[in-house]
């Protein structure tokens, strides 16, 4: 099972840029379709982002579309970027790396529970 950790949350003011980055045990690159999802208190949990196995493909939620960046850097590990900019304070949760499936994100993929493997969260807090 990959294993994945999350980092570099925090607390910004809205209109900031921050970026959060996964790090996987192995690299996922050319087996699993990569993600973000995110979830805000007293709401169930949210597909943000995703980059296709082949990396080729990107797929972004209409809320942070124009906003947010998805990328990764693939070597003997994988990590995962996501890029956010122009924060507004709806953009307030845990935000959740995940992996699974393989060949691009379509219909019910965009749903948490088809992934297969999880980070721990971190979270992101934009103050107004």
């Known amino acids: 099972q990959v294993q994945l950790v999350e980092s570099g949350g925090g607390l910004v003011q809205a209109g900031d840029s921050l970026t959060v980055s996964c790090t996987a045990s192995?690299?996922?690159?050319?087996?699993?379709?990569m993600g973000w999802f995110r979830q805000a208190p007293g709401k169930e949990r949210e597909f943000v982002a995703a980059?296709?196995?082949?990396?080729?493909?990107?797929?972004y939620s209409d809320s942070v579309k124009g906003r947010f960046t998805i990328s990764s850097v693939n070597t003997k590990n994988s990590v995962i970027y996501l890029q956010m900019n122009l924060l507004k304070p709806e953009d307030t949760a845990v935000y959740y790396c995940?992996?699974?499936?393989?060949?691009?994100?379509?219909?019910?993929?965009?749903?948490?529970?088809?992934?297969?493997?999880w980070g721990q969260g971190t979270q992101v807090t934009v103050s107004s």
């Open positions: 995940a992996g699974g499936g393989s060949g691009g994100v379509s219909g019910s993929d965009y749903l948490p529970w088809k992934w297969d493997f």
């Open positions: 192995e690299r996922t690159f050319s087996t699993f379709n």
């Open positions: 980059v296709s196995s082949d990396g080729r493909r990107l797929y």
